[in-house]
């Protein structure tokens, strides 16, 4: 199960706000116990991945590898062409928690690694999410769904390349992830940046991705296109449910 | 439909206020109030000796005496002075040495055990000591204050810092902050909830130590004024200087409180109705 995947779809009249992501023969162990071996992956520039699988499954350890935040114990993790051993400055990563820093203000938290101009720069990016009048507001009093959108905005405001998703809408309620989906899905279809989204849920999977790689004892049990039209309809699509029962047959 | 809903509850807090508020105001004083009539009728009616416990009255009258003859505020300025600059030395050394044992490991290797140690020494126990060292002067009152209020701002400093949100400090990571900035932006206003209940407990300490060392000897200061008075049997004078202490103590708790509400405005515990609608 070690072959090269290559990427099945395209989009091709934007690719420029990504870059390609390359994983060789890479192997990833804790002690004793081996999560990835050989493993090999392929996200072409600009491309939208989801990732689903079971939990214990290697997903939130491929995702810490491409962002740095953990080293492979063998292989190689390429970010443009270059080996990474530590984080690199364009890729964000969006938690399962929102992670914002509980004594700072809405506004500061988009703008965490301030630089110049950041509070209009994180201004603009908390307008984009929808969340303009909420600058000053503590995190403690956002909802769950807003902080998540304040999350994607400190993601964001830096204009990532790359951008990470570590099931950042698990703990959402239904109708606040489909709001979700549909702000992902328009500022991606906006930048263009590669993504890397992992899930458990294979509906989000099939309503958000160009290509859907599902992850079975740390390795690729199916890797299938998803070819819908954008901006996608939460299942209104026939051939959507028929992609869902394929992939949950693979899960 | 946020602001509808906090518009709803400061309406609902204004009315509060304005019915219930002098009963609410009024309450915790209920007790003390009982309490100082019951002592004031049984010295009166001779149920205890008002020789050795005097009527709330006539400690007032003390109290009045001291402060028309400006020894009261002589004396509580000269305590206070003590308390403030052991304080500052004290709590600024475990300040210092807890976020350095609590960022850097080698310091917390070299330090921590042997102050662990240190600190199950209850420190009046080293007043003979002191007083060999350091003579009867202002020094070992200062050190003694100093060596009181340390330990609790230092282990709830290392406490603080050690107890940071370790998602946080990822995070700070990937969104690229340098070690200066996740030390000024995450970890030091962290760590500020834990360090003010550090400081809460040094403050009990302090004036605590403060008490025993001035009883012991000193030529001002509350404590000298109550064991003055114990020479010439004002018993009434001896109780007032408990309660001098015991405003003192107060005052600084509420002092504390008030910097809590300041700089912990983001905490949920600390959230009124106006920080909602922020």
């Given at each position: 199960?070690s072959?090269?995947?290559?990427?099945?779809?395209?989009?091709?009249?934007?690719?420029?706000?990504?870059?390609?992501?390359?994983?060789?023969?890479?192997?990833?162990?804790?002690?004793?116990?081996?999560?990835?071996?050989h493993?090999?992956?392929?996200?072409?520039?600009g491309?939208?991945?989801?990732?689903?699988?079971?939990?214990?499954?290697?997903?939130?350890?491929l995702?810490?590898?491409?962002?740095?935040?953990?080293a492979?114990?063998?292989?190689?993790?390429?970010?443009?062409?270059?080996?990474?051993?530590?984080?690199?400055?364009?890729?964000?990563?969006?938690?399962?928690?929102?992670?914002?820093?509980?004594?700072?203000?809405?506004?500061?938290?988009?703008?965490?690694?301030?630089?110049?101009d950041?509070?209009?720069?994180?201004?603009?990016?908390?307008?984009?999410?929808?969340?303009?009048?909420?600058?000053?507001?503590?995190?403690?009093?956002?909802?769950?769904g807003?902080?998540?959108?304040?999350?994607?905005?400190?993601?964001?405001?830096?204009?990532?390349?790359?951008?990470?998703?570590?099931?950042?809408?698990?703990?959402?309620?239904?109708?606040?992830?489909i709001?979700?989906?549909?702000?992902?899905?328009?500022?991606?279809?906006?930048?263009?940046?590669?993504?890397?989204?992992?899930?458990?849920?294979?509906?989000?999977?099939v309503?958000l991705?160009?290509?859907?790689?599902?992850?079975r004892?740390?390795?690729?049990?199916?890797?299938?296109?998803?070819?819908?039209?954008?901006?996608?309809?939460?299942?209104?699509?026939?051939?959507?449910?028929?992609?869902?029962?394929q992939?949950?047959?693979?899960? | 439909?946020?602001?509808?809903?906090v518009?709803?509850?400061?309406?609902?807090?204004?009315?509060?206020?304005?019915?219930?508020?002098?009963?609410?105001?009024?309450?915790?004083?209920?007790?003390?109030?009982v309490?100082?009539?019951?002592?004031?009728?049984?010295?009166?009616?001779?149920?205890?000796?008002?020789?050795l416990?005097?009527?709330?009255?006539?400690?007032?009258?003390?109290?009045?005496?001291?402060?028309?003859?400006?020894?009261?505020?002589?004396?509580?300025?000269?305590?206070?002075?003590?308390?403030?600059?052991?304080?500052?030395?004290?709590?600024?050394?475990?300040?210092?040495?807890?976020?350095?044992?609590?960022?850097?490991?080698?310091?917390?290797?070299?330090?921590?055990?042997?102050?662990?140690?240190?600190?199950?020494?209850?420190?009046?126990?080293?007043?003979?000591?002191?007083?060999?060292?350091?003579?009867?002067?202002?020094?070992?009152?200062?050190?003694?204050?100093?060596?009181?209020?340390?330990?609790?701002?230092?282990?709830?400093?290392?406490?603080?810092?050690?107890?940071i949100?370790?998602?946080?400090?990822?995070?700070?990571?990937?969104?690229?902050?340098?070690r200066?900035?996740?030390?000024?932006?995450?970890?030091?206003?962290?760590?500020?909830?834990?360090?003010?209940?550090?400081?809460?407990y040094?403050?009990?300490?302090?004036?605590?130590t403060?008490?025993?060392?001035?009883?012991?000897?000193?030529?001002?200061?509350?404590?000298?004024?109550?064991?003055?008075?114990?020479?010439?049997?004002?018993?009434?004078?001896?109780?007032l200087?408990?309660i001098?202490?015991?405003?003192?103590?107060?005052?600084?708790?509420?002092?504390?409180?008030a910097?809590?509400?300041?700089?912990l405005?983001?905490?949920?515990?600390?959230?009124?109705?106006?920080?909602?609608?922020?």
């Amino acid at each position: 199960m070690s072959a090269i995947v290559t990427a099945t779809a395209r989009h091709p009249e934007t690719l420029a706000g990504g870059l390609p992501i390359s994983l060789s023969h890479v192997g990833k162990s804790f002690g004793q116990i081996s999560v990835l071996e050989h493993f090999n992956l392929e996200v072409p520039a600009g491309q939208f991945l989801a990732v689903v699988g079971r939990s214990g499954g290697g997903k939130s350890t491929l995702m810490r590898l491409i962002a740095g935040l953990d080293a492979a114990t063998a292989g190689r993790v390429a970010i443009d062409g270059h080996t990474i051993d530590r984080l690199h400055p364009s890729v964000r990563l969006l938690f399962q928690e929102a992670r914002l820093v509980p004594w700072q203000s809405t506004l500061e938290n988009v703008g965490i690694a301030r630089g110049p101009d950041w509070q209009e720069t994180a201004r603009r990016t908390l307008a984009d999410v929808g969340l303009e009048g909420r600058e000053a507001a503590w995190p403690s009093v956002l909802s769950g769904g807003q902080r998540q959108r304040v999350a994607l905005a400190r993601a964001l405001v830096s204009h990532p390349q790359i951008l990470l998703l570590d099931e950042p809408f698990g703990a959402l309620d239904a109708l606040t992830r489909i709001e979700m989906h549909r702000l992902l899905e328009r500022i991606w279809i906006e930048r263009r940046f590669t993504t890397v989204l992992i899930t458990h849920d294979v509906a989000e999977a099939v309503a958000l991705a160009d290509r859907v790689i599902v992850l079975r004892e740390g390795t690729i049990a199916l890797d299938i296109a998803v070819n819908l039209e954008r901006p996608r309809q939460e299942l209104a699509d026939p051939s959507a449910v028929e992609l869902q029962r394929q992939i949950l047959d693979a899960v | 439909m946020a602001d509808v809903s906090v518009a709803g509850f400061t309406a609902d807090k204004g009315r509060r206020l304005s019915v219930t508020g002098l009963k609410k105001a009024l309450a915790p004083w209920a007790l003390p109030i009982v309490l100082l009539i019951l002592w004031e009728l049984a010295t009166r009616t001779g149920l205890v000796n008002a020789r050795l416990m005097p009527a709330p009255s006539t400690v007032a009258v003390a109290f009045w005496r001291a402060l028309v003859d400006g020894s009261l505020i002589y004396h509580t300025l000269a305590s206070t002075q003590r308390a403030l600059i052991g304080l500052v030395i004290g709590g600024g050394l475990g300040f210092i040495i807890g976020i350095a044992n609590g960022l850097w490991k080698p310091a917390e290797t070299l330090l921590d055990s042997t102050l662990q140690m240190v600190r199950n020494i209850p420190h009046l126990a080293l007043i003979p000591l002191v007083i060999l060292w350091f003579g009867i002067g202002e020094t070992p009152k200062i050190f003694l204050v100093a060596i009181g209020v340390f330990f609790p701002i230092y282990i709830n400093t290392f406490y603080g810092v050690r107890t940071i949100d370790p998602q946080l400090v990822e995070m700070a990571s990937v969104y690229g902050l340098d070690r200066k900035a996740l030390i000024r932006r995450i970890i030091l206003p962290g760590a500020l909830p834990s360090i003010l209940v550090g400081l809460r407990y040094a403050l009990g300490f302090m004036w605590l130590t403060l008490i025993v060392a001035e009883t012991i000897s000193a030529p001002s200061g509350i404590g000298y004024m109550t064991m003055n008075a114990r020479e010439f049997l004002q018993t009434d004078v001896m109780l007032l200087g408990i309660i001098v202490y015991a405003l003192l103590g107060k005052g600084a708790d509420v002092a504390t409180r008030a910097i809590e509400r300041r700089v912990l405005v983001w905490h949920p515990a600390y959230q009124t109705g106006e920080g909602v609608t922020q």
